[in-house]
């Protein structure tokens, strides 16, 4: 886009997935039937007093941790004041001044940090259920643990915005501190975006209630196309809040922002300091290991391909089982072919989860090991695997009941490939003229005459011994 | 009429025990002398027939060596109670049934205690002579024309008549022990800290506290041990380190006493002035060190109360909206209208008043300008207070400024009733323990009362000299 600079600055809200509320006892989770999970002080009864959840403030210490953020040892609570009909104590507790993880960064691919300002924990309010010009309010979600994360103004295009988020969400996923479904709210972003030809920064338009990601970044192109129209017809901007309509890809303006809001802040009279010791910092700290960052680089040096370091980091439950083996010798490599081909489908067929599997580890490692050393083909691989992964037998036994016979003798071997090669006379000339394909076609036509049973290493290594004689 | 509320706990608890009476018996001996006394109006909710209940299944239980065993109680309607209808004296929550209770509540129905309704005040504890109170004033019990005091003026009032012997009030500025004075009654205003204050709707969080109102000092302390448990609900609660215990032989002649000089100052009544100095010579007779000494900050204490207390309720009662309980209004066009006209038509002339101050002052630059600044010297007090119980084991006063004064007077002046709180906020502002102990009549038979101030969580000096004097001046459950 033209001379204009994007400046793009994100404060994302995420749901933590504590087993309580952050304020009260009362059960996290937000899919229960509405209005079932709530008390008195989820309520905001008159006399109620917030009690508060130590496990969020550990999941805030995890956080700010994983974000290069230093953090507040010494914090409190503030009020933040405000009338609305999903607010029901007519404040919010929320941190202002004394925010749990303040100065981090995340790192994008390419190497650029994106500054976090602030990491802060705050009460979700009820939600609001609009009906027939009604409003129903369920208050489950009152009172759920939220963080949010403040982003420096250091993104400056789309695509670096969604690679924050995208980074972002694959860390909180990795610390089990949110689920970040955009789609069900536990994860929310509110994007600002401003446009600018000189250093200094334009007028800002915040972009509320986008639901994925992917509309983020839409909506980040099509806002500064907008601003940039406005400005080089010599019009102004105001500051603004917009929202996203993904079917028009345009953004549509939901109000103008009022000058001095007031929120009438203070410090929440009703919860003392909260002190975070270094030794709590450092328990935490220990729980910090293989960051999704990290496992790329040991997955790219364990021989993994690229495209699979992806998806195995996508699906955090691999990860986590491939590194029980990171001490061992196992292949990575096919140990990822296999959690991502034959064991991906099986488990699709299947409908079932790999975690319900509980594939003992000795077993998964012998069956890499036979794929590796091609004991076994992947032809053999499908036949058994379905055996293997619902039993405690063997390969070899799970052979044998199938009646795959994996000969090892290498002479009954020798005469069906000297026959191959009599009755293959133009492949085995092309293979001495230098064709390749030659090759794998006569190792197709043996592996057709055994049956399989001879290993696929077996048939290479004695074809290969005998057409070079 | 049987005149067992008169007799002493520990008379009572022998007559239940030995099955000379029933808990029913002191049930219905309360609420005849309520119906008898309606006029004085110090009840907003009476919880009859669920009192009767209670009573009745006592019958059944084992006579405990508990003294509060079937004892009628009476709590400030400011504090929660299950099933039973909570106003604050405010027609905003005219309708409103909690659906738990407050944990002094709690700990008082496991000592068996039996709730007998629910005490006036001023509304939503705003005000100190009662007279803010949707459901009208609470009169003096030594002379109707005159104010009870406040906020606790119902609580107060009915102690002071018997009806029954011991209730709950809450102090944020000196609606305990004021209205105490003016009424003639022991009232106990705690360490911040020391009692739960879940369960207390909120006036200003930062200085609200639950205390017991009682006919005696030994009366006092046992209820306060009652209620002082540790409560977890309350993060800003410790709860009570040990049992008070009362010795009846205290030694006076080792007794350090520093009286402030703003407690001694020309806007105090002659009269008070007065007895006050005679308790003095009492107890310099005795051998005890009284000193005057400067307090700093003790003439500013009103104006950062009102910053801080009034910012704090300015937020505390912004639930009051109408949307999930309470007075709503019919009439409104859209959701601000409806905020609009639900808190104008629900709350008080004081309540909006303070709720407006609140709020500027919380507004924009003003929070550094007032209320940073007034936590910064509320500091700053704390420690000169500090400071002055290094050196002393006691502060004493006079509890107010002046003598019960007729209904309706001062109602045109908004300031009133904070300067009617200029003895008594600063122990508030310092999160200290302060009991009015009544220590004699004006020439015109009202009640005159003493502060007696010790350091945090160190009610059980209060209690020990407060005993003393008691006895001393023989005054102890007598106003009739």
Same mark, same amino acid.
């Given at each position: 886009?033209?001379?204009?600079?994007?400046?793009?600055?994100?404060?994302?809200?995420?749901?933590?997935?504590?087993?309580?509320?952050?304020?009260?006892?009362?059960?996290?989770?937000?899919?229960?039937?509405?209005?079932?999970?709530?008390?008195?002080?989820?309520?905001?009864?008159?006399?109620?007093?917030?009690?508060?959840?130590?496990?969020?403030?550990?999941?805030?210490?995890?956080?700010?941790?994983?974000?290069?953020?230093?953090?507040?040892?010494?914090?409190?609570?503030?009020?933040?004041?405000?009338?609305?009909?999903?607010?029901?104590?007519?404040?919010?507790?929320?941190?202002?001044?004394?925010?749990?993880?303040?100065?981090?960064?995340?790192?994008?691919?390419?190497?650029?940090?994106?500054?976090?300002?602030?990491?802060?924990?705050?009460?979700?309010?009820?939600?609001?259920?609009?009906?027939?010009?009604?409003?129903?309010?369920?208050?489950?979600?009152?009172?759920?643990?939220?963080?949010?994360?403040?982003?420096?103004?250091?993104?400056?295009?789309?695509?670096?915005?969604?690679?924050?988020?995208?980074?972002?969400?694959?860390?909180?996923?990795?610390?089990?501190?949110?689920?970040?479904?955009?789609?069900?709210?536990?994860?929310?972003?509110?994007?600002?975006?401003?446009?600018?030809?000189?250093?200094?920064?334009?007028?800002?338009?915040?972009?509320?209630?986008?639901?994925?990601?992917?509309?983020?970044?839409?909506?980040?192109?099509?806002?500064?196309?907008?601003?940039?129209?406005?400005?080089?017809?010599?019009?102004?901007?105001?500051?603004?809040?917009?929202?996203?309509?993904?079917?028009?890809?345009?953004?549509?303006?939901?109000?103008?922002?009022?000058?001095?809001?007031?929120?009438?802040?203070?410090?929440?009279?009703?919860?003392?300091?909260?002190?975070?010791?270094?030794?709590?910092?450092?328990?935490?700290?220990?729980?910090?290991?293989?960051?999704?960052?990290?496992?790329?680089?040991?997955?790219?040096?364990?021989?993994?391909?690229?495209?699979?370091?992806?998806?195995?980091?996508?699906?955090?439950?691999?990860?986590?089982?491939?590194?029980?083996?990171?001490?061992?010798?196992?292949?990575?490599?096919?140990?990822?072919?296999?959690?991502?081909?034959?064991?991906?489908?099986?488990?699709?067929?299947?409908?079932?989860?790999?975690?319900?599997?509980?594939?003992?580890?000795?077993?998964?490692?012998?069956?890499?090991?036979?794929?590796?050393?091609?004991?076994?083909?992947?032809?053999?691989?499908?036949?058994?695997?379905?055996?293997?992964?619902?039993?405690?037998?063997?390969?070899?036994?799970?052979?044998?009941?199938?009646?795959?016979?994996?000969?090892?003798?290498?002479?009954?071997?020798?005469?069906?490939?000297?026959?191959?090669?009599?009755?293959?006379?133009?492949?085995?000339?092309?293979?001495?003229?230098?064709?390749?394909?030659?090759?794998?076609?006569?190792?197709?036509?043996?592996?057709?005459?055994?049956?399989?049973?001879?290993?696929?290493?077996?048939?290479?290594?004695?074809?290969?011994?005998?057409?070079?004689? | 009429?049987?005149?067992?509320?008169?007799?002493?706990?520990?008379?009572?608890?022998?007559?239940?025990?030995?099955?000379?009476?029933?808990?029913?018996?002191?049930?219905?001996?309360?609420?005849?002398?309520?119906?008898?006394?309606?006029?004085?109006?110090?009840?907003?909710?009476?919880?009859?027939?669920?009192?009767?209940?209670?009573?009745?299944?006592?019958?059944?239980?084992?006579?405990?060596?508990?003294?509060?065993?079937?004892?009628?109680?009476?709590?400030?309607?400011?504090?929660?109670?299950?099933?039973?209808?909570?106003?604050?004296?405010?027609?905003?929550?005219?309708?409103?049934?909690? &659906?738990?209770?407050?944990?002094?509540?709690? =700990?008082? @129905?496991?000592?068996?205690? +039996?709730?007998?309704?629910? *005490? $006036?005040?001023?509304?939503?504890?705003?005000?100190?002579?009662?007279?803010?109170?949707?459901?009208?004033?609470?009169?003096?019990?030594?002379?109707?024309?005159?104010?009870?005091?406040?906020?606790?003026?119902?609580?107060?009032?009915?102690?002071?008549?018997?009806?029954?012997?011991?209730?709950?009030?809450?102090?944020?500025?000196?609606?305990?022990?004021?209205?105490?004075?003016?009424?003639?009654?022991?009232?106990?205003?705690?360490?911040?800290?020391?009692?739960?204050?879940?369960?207390?709707?909120?006036?200003?969080?930062?200085?609200?506290?639950?205390?017991?109102?009682?006919?005696?000092?030994?009366?006092?302390?046992?209820?306060?041990?009652?209620?002082?448990?540790?409560?977890?609900?309350?993060?800003?609660?410790?709860?009570?380190?040990?049992? &008070?215990?009362?010795?009846?032989?205290?030694? =006076?002649? @080792?007794?350090?006493?520093? +009286?402030?000089?703003?407690? *001694? $100052?020309?806007?105090?009544?002659?009269?008070?002035?007065?007895?006050?100095?005679?308790?003095?010579?009492?107890?310099?007779?005795?051998?005890?060190?009284?000193?005057?000494?400067?307090?700093?900050?003790?003439?500013?204490?009103?104006?950062?109360?009102?910053?801080?207390?009034?910012?704090?309720?300015?937020?505390?009662?912004?639930?009051?909206?109408?949307?999930?309980?309470?007075?709503?209004?019919?009439?409104?066009?859209?959701?601000?209208?409806?905020?609009?006209?639900?808190?104008?038509?629900?709350?008080?002339?004081?309540?909006?008043?303070?709720?407006?101050?609140?709020?500027?002052?919380?507004?924009?630059?003003?929070?550094?300008?007032?209320?940073?600044?007034?936590?910064?010297?509320?500091?700053?007090?704390?420690?000169?207070?500090?400071?002055?119980?290094?050196?002393?084991?006691?502060?004493?006063?006079?509890?107010?400024?002046?003598?019960?004064?007729?209904?309706?007077? $001062?109602?045109?002046?908004?300031?009133?009733?904070?300067?009617?709180?200029?003895?008594?906020?600063?122990?508030?502002?310092?999160?200290?323990?302060?009991?009015?102990?009544?220590?004699?009549?004006?020439?015109?038979?009202?009640?005159?009362?003493?502060?007696?101030?010790?350091?945090?969580?160190?009610?059980?000096?209060?209690?020990?000299?407060?005993?003393?004097?008691?006895?001393?001046?023989?005054?102890?459950?007598?106003?009739?």
């Amino acid at each position: 886009m033209s001379n204009y600079k994007i400046t793009v600055g994100i404060e994302v809200h995420v749901e933590l997935k504590t087993r309580n509320k952050v304020f009260s006892e009362v059960l996290n989770d937000t899919t229960a039937p509405v209005n079932t999970l709530v008390n008195e002080i989820d309520l905001g009864y008159p006399g109620t007093l917030p009690s508060l959840n130590e496990n969020v403030i550990n999941y805030g210490i995890l956080t700010s941790l994983a974000l290069n953020c230093t953090v507040t040892k010494h914090m409190h609570f503030d009020r933040k004041n405000y009338f609305y009909p999903d607010l029901p104590k007519g404040y919010q507790i929320t941190q202002l001044n004394t925010p749990i993880g303040t100065n981090g960064y995340i790192t994008l691919n390419s190497g650029k940090k994106i500054g976090i300002r602030e990491l802060h924990i705050e009460e979700d309010t009820a939600k609001s259920l609009h009906q027939d010009n009604k409003t129903f309010l369920n208050f489950n979600r009152a009172g759920v643990p939220l963080l949010e994360i403040v982003s420096s103004p250091d993104i400056n295009s789309k695509e670096e915005a969604g690679e924050y988020l995208e980074k972002l969400k694959e860390l909180l996923l990795y610390l089990e501190v949110s689920d970040c479904k955009m789609e069900e709210g536990s994860m929310r972003a509110d994007v600002n975006v401003s446009i600018s030809k000189t250093n200094d920064l334009g007028c800002r338009i915040e972009l509320k209630n986008i639901g994925s990601i992917h509309e983020i970044k839409d909506a980040i192109e099509q806002e500064a196309l907008r601003q940039e129209q406005i400005l080089s017809n010599n019009g102004t901007l105001k500051e603004q809040t917009r929202k996203y309509d993904a079917s028009k890809k345009e953004t549509i303006l939901l109000r103008n922002k009022e000058v001095g809001n007031d929120y009438r802040y203070f410090k929440e009279p009703d919860l003392p300091y909260v002190d975070i010791t270094d030794e709590q910092i450092e328990t935490i700290r220990k729980k910090l290991v293989l960051l999704p960052d990290e496992r790329r680089k040991i997955y790219l040096s364990k021989g993994i391909i690229p495209i699979n370091v992806e998806k195995i980091i996508k699906n955090k439950e691999y990860s986590d089982y491939l590194n029980n083996f990171i001490d061992t010798d196992l292949d990575f490599k096919v140990a990822s072919n296999l959690l991502l081909g034959d064991i991906s489908s099986y488990l699709n067929k299947e409908l079932i989860s790999f975690s319900s599997l509980s594939l003992d580890k000795e077993r998964f490692k012998s069956l890499v090991d036979s794929l590796s050393s091609k004991k076994i083909s992947s032809k053999i691989l499908k036949e058994i695997l379905s055996s293997y992964l619902t039993t405690t037998d063997s390969i070899d036994t799970i052979l044998k009941s199938k009646g795959i016979n994996l000969n090892d003798n290498l002479s009954d071997l020798e005469a069906i490939i000297k026959q191959v090669i009599i009755d293959n006379n133009e492949a085995v000339l092309d293979y001495h003229n230098g064709k390749e394909k030659a090759f794998q076609y006569l190792i197709g036509m043996t592996m057709k005459q055994t049956k399989s049973s001879f290993s696929p290493q077996a048939v290479k290594d004695t074809l290969k011994k005998l057409l070079d004689n | 009429m049987s005149n067992y509320l008169d007799l002493s706990l520990e008379e009572i608890h022998t007559l239940l025990k030995n099955k000379t009476i029933k808990p029913i018996d002191l049930v219905n001996e309360c609420f005849s002398k309520i119906e008898k006394n309606k006029d004085y109006n110090c009840y907003i909710t009476l919880n009859k027939e669920q009192a009767e209940a209670k009573a009745k299944e006592l019958e059944n239980v084992p006579v405990s060596d508990d003294l509060l065993f079937g004892i009628p109680i009476a709590i400030k309607d400011n504090i929660i109670t299950k099933d039973l209808k909570t106003t604050a004296a405010s027609h905003m929550l005219y309708n409103f049934v909690p &659906i738990y209770d407050a944990y002094v509540v709690k =700990l008082l @129905k496991q000592h068996n205690m +039996i709730i007998i309704g629910k *005490l $006036n005040m001023d509304e939503f504890a705003m005000g100190s002579s009662n007279q803010t109170s949707y459901y009208g004033p609470v009169k003096n019990p030594l002379n109707k024309d005159l104010v009870s005091g406040g906020s606790s003026g119902g609580s107060a009032c009915a102690v002071a008549l018997g009806m029954p012997f011991l209730s709950l009030g809450t102090d944020t500025g000196g609606s305990i022990r004021q209205p105490s004075s003016f009424c003639g009654v022991v009232g106990m205003k705690p360490t911040y800290g020391l009692v739960s204050r879940y369960g207390l709707i909120a006036f200003a969080s930062s200085l609200d506290q639950i205390g017991p109102i009682t006919r005696t000092v030994k009366e006092n302390a046992l209820l306060l041990n009652a209620i002082s448990e540790k409560d977890s609900n309350d993060l800003t609660q410790e709860g009570k380190k040990e049992e &008070i215990k009362i010795t009846d032989d205290i030694d =006076l002649s @080792k007794l350090k006493i520093a +009286i402030p000089k703003f407690y *001694l $100052n020309d806007k105090i009544d002659k009269e008070i002035l007065n007895k006050f100095n005679e308790i003095k010579s009492l107890l310099t007779s005795k051998g005890c060190q009284i000193d005057v000494v400067d307090i700093k900050y003790l003439e500013n204490s009103v104006s950062l109360y009102q910053i801080i207390a009034l910012g704090e309720a300015s937020s505390n009662l912004a639930r009051y909206d109408g949307i999930r309980y309470g007075y709503s209004t019919t009439k409104f066009t859209d959701i601000n209208d409806f905020y609009k006209a639900t808190r104008s038509e629900g709350f008080g002339p004081e309540v909006k008043r303070r709720l407006m101050i609140g709020s500027y002052l919380l507004s924009g630059a003003n929070a550094k300008v007032y209320y940073e600044k007034a936590l910064k010297i509320r500091h700053a007090m704390i420690e000169e207070f500090h400071n002055v119980f290094h050196a002393y084991d006691y502060i004493i006063g006079p509890t107010t400024t002046t003598l019960p004064y007729p209904l309706g007077a $001062n109602n045109d002046d908004p300031n009133k009733s904070f300067i009617d709180d200029i003895l008594t906020i600063p122990v508030n502002m310092a999160g200290l323990p302060a009991l009015n102990l009544p220590i004699g009549y004006s020439k015109d038979n009202l009640a005159i009362g003493m502060q007696i101030i010790a350091n945090r969580f160190e009610e059980n000096k209060i209690y020990n000299l407060a005993n003393y004097l008691e006895q001393a001046l023989n005054l102890g459950g007598k106003h009739e």
